[in-house]
């Protein structure tokens, strides 16, 4: 019935199936090299439609292929006298040079860039084409003329990328610059494609040219962005200082937001570029009457100060705060200060019920359960370091329950496992670090499942969890900054365990505590002994970066570090480090990208 009424749709449906599956099976033909095939494959497909191009330079490559150049000459001069094709003529000329005619070759060429005279826009598709044959110079030509001819037409990207992969990276920097001057909205492409030919290394060569082409720009023009692509340069070779130079005369030009200030601080805080960091976040304090802004600059000078701090150093920090919190005042407006005080009061400064008494103050301020969350968090924290773990779950556990399903929540309930970890309720805590793995947070989720791990393998093969639950009161002393006693108890488990699962654990625990107190020598033991007698970890691919990293970073030894990143990229290649290792193993081996 249904075919009665429409018996051409269907015969129609039934033609394109049928087209498809004989290019299919053409295609096929072709990439297993089976030419022979593929050649009278595409020739039915063609005579059924010879207006498909596609299926005419098939024919082509195909005949090619098999050194049938005569025929694909015929082929494309019969379609070249009935069609302005122009990327045709590229096509013709490509098939001459195969046979080695380069003067029929270059007349084609030359015929079809000759065709932008008429017609601008077909330097589209003559250029495309001639980069698909591998025809760089030719494309160049080609885009160069129809930008000359018709200064509207923007060919720089395209230049641009020639020149990358022709190694010409000054000329490939400088059609970058072109394009960016005649729009802004090219510029995050244009860094993303910059970026895979610097390095960190500022005598690097790339590095050296883009500096040169920006000065230049700044010194001829007032356009601010050659200063922000300037200050991008300098962040990438890790010139924090020097980017600091540049935001400023940014910020002094407009006078608008700090932000970019704000953003460079925390990038060099982050790379550990401690002085350069206190340096933006002062300039900011001084210049903005933004209250809110102001705040953000002394939370962030008194964190970084305090994370290179010595003892010593505590009363000015500890006097600092307080100057700060009675300028402003005590006020849900200062509350990320607040926080942070406390913090350093219990963790830094041994006055927790102190520290307790802010926070608790802070709760009565009237906001959201979302904002007293941080606040509650920070309770439960001080609380686990004096060891009152059922108060500290109470404050942990309102914060999971009030804000369901949030990344707050997830942390909370974290911290609630790792709260029963700590007094050895190993079960309760396994059960709720199984629910965790699954968090849409992913650092709470590889914390949890690391933990679970830890755990499940001790309990599996010590059914009284001796060493364990000595694990977990070492994990303690250190949350609690006791380094020296947490360090002697993971001696205790060395000594005493010798066979068990929690060794390279214990190992790497104990490393990590080295390093903080700077024994560098022992954490390198350590991690050397995980690596040799421990070869089946599952905490082999940390001792490999953090030894490599130790060696590079404290110990000068970067033979011995690239070493260890390579070994690390070959033999984990799925371990979260892997991409981390691979640029610092590409470093160390001096690679530059030209």
């Keep these: 019935m249904i075919f009665k009424r429409y018996p051409l749709i269907i015969l129609l449906l039934f033609s394109v199936i049928l087209n498809a599956q004989e290019d299919l099976v053409a295609r096929e033909y072709f990439i297993n090299g089976e030419f022979?095939?593929?050649?009278?494959?595409?020739?039915?497909?063609?005579?059924?439609?010879?207006?498909?191009?596609?299926?005419?330079?098939?024919?082509?490559?195909?005949?090619?292929?098999?050194?049938?150049?005569?025929?694909?000459?015929?082929?494309?001069?019969?379609?070249?006298?009935?069609?302005?094709?122009?990327?045709?003529?590229?096509?013709?000329?490509?098939?001459?040079?195969?046979?080695?005619?380069?003067?029929?070759?270059?007349?084609?060429?030359?015929?079809?860039?000759?065709?932008?005279?008429?017609?601008?826009?077909n330097a589209y598709r003559v250029g495309r084409t001639f980069e698909n044959l591998s025809l760089l110079n030719q494309a160049i030509t080609t885009y160069k003329k129809a930008m000359t001819l018709n200064p509207s037409l923007e060919f720089n990207m395209q230049l641009a990328r020639i020149y990358g992969t022709q190694g010409e990276v000054e000329k490939m920097f400088k059609s970058y610059i072109d394009l960016i001057e005649t729009s802004d909205s090219y510029l995050n492409t244009i860094k993303r494609s910059i970026s895979e030919?610097?390095?960190?290394?500022?005598?690097?060569?790339?590095?050296?040219?883009?500096?040169?082409?920006?000065?230049?720009?700044?010194?001829?023009?007032?356009?601010?962005?050659?200063?922000?692509?300037?200050?991008?340069?300098?962040?990438?070779?890790?010139?924090?200082?020097?980017?600091?130079?540049?935001?400023?005369?940014?910020?002094?030009?407009?006078?608008?937001?700090?932000?970019?200030?704000?953003?460079?601080?925390?990038?060099?805080?982050?790379?550990?570029?401690?002085?350069?960091?206190?340096?933006?976040?002062?300039?900011?304090?001084?210049?903005?009457?933004?209250?809110?802004?102001?705040?953000?600059?002394h939370l962030k000078v008194l964190q970084i100060k305090t994370k290179i701090a010595t003892p010593s150093d505590y009363h000015d920090i500890k006097n600092k705060y307080e100057t700060v919190l009675e300028t402003y005042g005590k006020t849900p407006q200062t509350l990320s200060l607040q926080i942070n005080y406390a913090h350093f009061l219990a963790f830094n400064f041994n006055q927790e019920d102190q520290a307790i008494l802010?926070?608790?103050?802070?709760?009565?301020?009237?906001?959201?359960?979302?904002?007293?969350?941080?606040?509650?968090?920070?309770?439960?924290?001080?609380?686990?370091?004096?060891?009152?773990?059922?108060?500290?779950?109470?404050?942990?556990?309102?914060?999971?329950?009030?804000?369901?399903?949030?990344?707050?929540?997830?942390?909370?309930?974290?911290?609630?496992?790792?709260?029963?970890?700590?007094?050895?309720?190993?079960?309760?805590?396994?059960?709720?670090?199984?629910?965790?793995?699954?968090?849409?947070?992913?650092?709470?989720?590889?914390?949890?499942?690391?933990?679970?791990?830890?755990?499940?393998?001790?309990?599996?093969?010590?059914?009284?969890?001796?060493?364990?639950?000595?694990?977990?009161?070492?994990?303690?002393?250190?949350?609690?900054?006791?380094?020296?006693?947490?360090?002697?108890?993971?001696n205790s488990i060395l000594k005493e365990h010798k066979t068990e699962v929690i060794i390279p654990q214990a190992l790497l625990k104990q490393a990590t505590l080295f390093e903080i107190k700077k024994e560098y020598q022992n954490a390198k033991v350590n991690y050397q002994r995980i690596i040799t007698d421990f070869k089946d970890s599952i905490l082999m691919d940390n001792a490999l970066y953090n030894l490599a990293e130790l060696l590079a970073n404290h110990l000068n030894q970067t033979e011995e570090a690239k070493q260890l990143y390579e070994e690390l990229l070959f033999n984990h290649s799925d371990s979260i480090y892997a991409v981390d290792a691979r640029k610092k193993f590409r470093a160390l081996r001096g690679d530059t990208l030209k």
């Design 36 to 121: 022979e095939k593929a050649l009278t494959s595409y020739k039915k497909l063609y005579n059924k439609n010879t207006n498909n191009t596609n299926y005419l330079l098939q024919l082509v490559k195909i005949e090619q292929q098999l050194e049938l150049y005569k025929d694909a000459e015929t082929r494309l001069l019969e379609v070249i006298n009935t069609n302005n094709y122009p990327e045709l003529l590229v096509e013709l000329g490509y098939n001459y040079n195969l046979q080695n005619d380069s003067i029929s070759a270059n007349k084609y060429y030359n015929k079809a860039i000759a065709t932008l005279d008429d017609n601008t826009n």
């Design 358 to 490: 802010i926070l608790k103050n802070t709760l009565k301020y009237k906001l959201s359960e979302y904002d007293l969350a941080p606040v509650k968090l920070e309770l439960g924290d001080i609380l686990i370091l004096k060891e009152k773990f059922n108060e500290a779950l109470i404050y942990y556990t309102q914060i999971e329950r009030n804000l369901k399903n949030s990344t707050i929540a997830q942390e909370a309930r974290f911290k609630i496992a790792k709260a029963s970890y700590y007094k050895g309720d190993f079960k309760w805590a396994e059960s709720q670090l199984k629910i965790l793995k699954s968090s849409t947070s992913q650092l709470t989720a590889n914390d949890a499942l690391d933990l679970k791990l830890l755990i499940s393998d001790n309990r599996a093969e010590d059914s009284l969890q001796v060493a364990l639950t000595k694990y977990a009161k070492a994990d303690l002393l250190a949350f609690q900054n006791k380094n020296d006693q947490a360090i002697t108890i993971l």
């Design 197 to 297: 030919f610097i390095t960190d290394d500022a005598s690097n060569e790339n590095n050296i040219f883009l500096k040169k082409i920006l000065l230049k720009k700044i010194q001829q023009t007032q356009d601010l962005k050659w200063n922000e692509l300037l200050s991008w340069l300098f962040i990438q070779q890790k010139d924090y200082n020097k980017a600091f130079a540049q935001e400023k005369a940014i910020y002094k030009r407009q006078m608008q937001s700090l932000n970019r200030l704000v953003e460079l601080g925390l990038i060099a805080e982050n790379q550990k570029q401690y002085d350069d960091a206190i340096s933006v976040f002062n300039y900011i304090i001084d210049n903005t009457q933004d209250i809110d802004t102001k705040l953000v600059g």
